[in-house]
Nanobody, 128 residues
Framework: QVQLVESGGGLVQPGGSLSLSCAGRNRDLSGYGVAWFRQAPGKEREGLLCIGGGGVFRNYADSVKGRATIFRDRTKNMVYLQMNNLKADDTGVYYC?????????????????????WGQGTQVTVSS
């Protein structure tokens, strides 16, 4: 089991930005596709974007397209999510998820079942 730990959540003003981190504690994440998901209050968990091999990434959700970026730091075994122009609808618990290989990111559609390894999540609240 890959241990993933998210950090960086908190309260953010509308229009502000966030930077979340996902740390791989017991596996080298360089061989894994890693995705960020979000679960808003009362809603299903949705995939936002993922990063595969060679830094190639995909956007799953139109709601964050153009506002969100995902990237890796292989030296730190971390994957980051940066998002700007935050709105109240961005409120939720943000999860990182990992799956061995590149298929989940390259060919998947951002469904929960495509990823087998999950972090505990970090809460982001967008409010003034």
């Amino acid at each position: 089991q890959v241990q993933l730990v998210e950090s960086g959540g908190g309260l953010v003003q509308p229009g502000g930005s966030l930077s979340l981190s996902c740390a791989g504690r017991n596996r080298d994440l360089s061989g894994y596709g890693v995705a960020w998901f979000r679960q808003a209050p009362g809603k299903e968990r949705e995939g936002l974007l993922c990063i595969g091999g060679g830094g190639v990434f995909r956007n799953y959700a139109d709601s964050v397209k153009g506002r969100a970026t995902i990237f890796r730091d292989r030296t730190k075994n971390m994957v980051y999510l940066q998002m700007n122009n935050l709105k109240a609808d961005d409120t939720g618990v943000y999860y990182c998820a990992a799956e061995l290989g590149w298929t989940a990111c390259a060919s998947g559609s951002g469904r929960i079942l495509e990823y087998h390894h999950w972090g505990q999540g970090t809460q982001v609240t967008v409010s003034s």
